[in-house]
């Protein structure tokens, strides 16, 4: 899992823009906008075995 903005799915770390903790993309306040997003793609894949 990792965190995320919900206002912009922006998976980057937030930002200090004067001393306020902000999604560094669209500058939503961090402590409201961040959510966990289960990760992608870790999952493993398997095969139906055909016989």
């Not at 998976?11 to 402590?31: K, T």
């Not at 959510?35 to 016989?51: A, K």
């Amino acid at each position: 899992m990792h965190p995320e903005c919900k206002y912009c799915d922006n998976p980057m770390p937030p930002a200090n823009m004067y001393g306020d903790i902000v999604c560094s993309r669209c500058g939503a306040e961090w402590a409201d906008a961040r959510i966990m997003v289960e990760d992608e793609g870790d999952e493993p894949f398997y095969f139906d075995d055909e016989d």
